[in-house]
C-alpha cells in the first residue's frame, strides 16, 4: 500500500496569511506515461463529508476559489491557501489514486492563530 | 446536480452484518465512466477506502477488508450497497459513498478522486 503522510498534524495560521499544509506519498504518484501525479485534495469540515478542491495534484474543482492551489511532483505534494480565510478552518486529507488501495493522508487540523 | 444519500441502520450489534445503501440521484448509475465508492471515518478519525463498483457489477476491495466485504449495485433503482460482516466495535464509523471517476483500458480500470460525497451516516457498533 502507499502511506501518505501528511505534516503537520495541525497548523494555526493568522487570517489573511499564507498556509501551507505537505502530503508525502511512501513511493511515487506520477504516471510517467501521462506525466501525471495522481493525488487530490480534500477539505472537510466539522459535520460535513470531504469535499474535493484538486485532482491531478495542482487542477483546482470547478468553483474552488483561486486562492487554493496545489503543487508538487513524484512523492512530495503541497497545498496552500494565498490568503486564508475563517472559512477555511478545516481538516485537510490528501488522496493518492496511482493504485489500489485508494489511500489518505492522516489529515492536517488547519486553524485559525 | 448529482446527489447521493446513504441509507440503513445506525446500530449493529457485534458479530452481525451491517448493511447500507447509496442511493444515486440526478443522474444515472449506469455511466460508464465512473465508479462508485464507499469510504468510512471513525469518530474523530481519517478516512478509509473500503471499496467501489462498475455498473456492470465489477469490484475493487481495499484488501484490509475484503474479506468481510460485499460491495453490489443495483442499476434498476440506481443503487449501491455495502455489505460488511461479521462487524466489531473497530467498524464504528461514518459511512459515506462517493462517486469516482474511473478509466478503463483493455486490461484493467484506474479509479481517481471521489466526488461529490453523500453526507454520510453513523453506524455504531455496540450491543
Known amino acids: 500500500d502507499i502511506v501518505m503522510t501528511q505534516s503537520p498534524d495541525s497548523l494555526a495560521v493568522s487570517l489573511g496569511e499564507r498556509a501551507t499544509i505537505n502530503c508525502k506519498s511512501s513511493?511515487?504518484?506520477?504516471?510517467?506515461?501521462?506525466?501525471?501525479?495522481?493525488l487530490a485534495w480534500y477539505q472537510q469540515k466539522p459535520g460535513q463529508p470531504p469535499k474535493l478542491l484538486i485532482y491531478?495534484?495542482?487542477t483546482r474543482e470547478s468553483g474552488v476559489p483561486d486562492r487554493f492551489s496545489g503543487s508538487g511532483s513524484g512523492t512530495d505534494f503541497t497545498l496552500t491557501i494565498s490568503s486564508l480565510q475563517a472559512e477555511d478552518v478545516a481538516v485537510y486529507y490528501c488522496q493518492q489514486y496511482y493504485n489500489t488501495p485508494i489511500t489518505f493522508g492522516q489529515g492536517t487540523r488547519l486553524e485559525i492563530k | 446536480q448529482l446527489q447521493l444519500q446513504e441509507s440503513g441502520p445506525g446500530l449493529v450489534k457485534p458479530s452481525e452484518t451491517l448493511s447500507l445503501t447509496c442511493t444515486v440521484s440526478?443522474?444515472?448509475?449506469?455511466?460508464?465512466?465512473?465508479?462508485w465508492g464507499w469510504i468510512r471515518q471513525p469518530p474523530g478519525k481519517g478516512l478509509e477506502w473500503i471499496g467501489s463498483?462498475?455498473?456492470?457489477?465489477?469490484?475493487y476491495y481495499n484488501p484490509s477488508l475484503k474479506s468481510r466485504v460485499t460491495i453490489s449495485v443495483d442499476t434498476s433503482k440506481n443503487q449501491f450497497s455495502l455489505k460488511l460482516s461479521p462487524v466489531t466495535a473497530a467498524d464504528t464509523s461514518v459511512y459515506y459513498c462517493?462517486?469516482?471517476?474511473?478509466?478503463?483500458?483493455?486490461?484493467?480500470?484506474?479509479?481517481?478522486?471521489?466526488?461529490?460525497w453523500g453526507q454520510g451516516t453513523l453506524v455504531t457498533v455496540s450491543s
Open positions: 462517493a462517486r469516482h471517476p474511473s478509466y478503463c483500458s483493455s486490461i484493467n480500470c484506474y479509479l481517481r478522486w471521489f466526488d461529490p
Open positions: 513511493q511515487s504518484v506520477l504516471y510517467s506515461s501521462s506525466n501525471k501525479n495522481y
Open positions: 491531478w495534484a495542482s
Open positions: 463498483i462498475y455498473y456492470s457489477g465489477t469490484t
Open positions: 440526478g443522474g444515472s448509475i449506469s455511466s460508464s465512466v465512473y465508479y
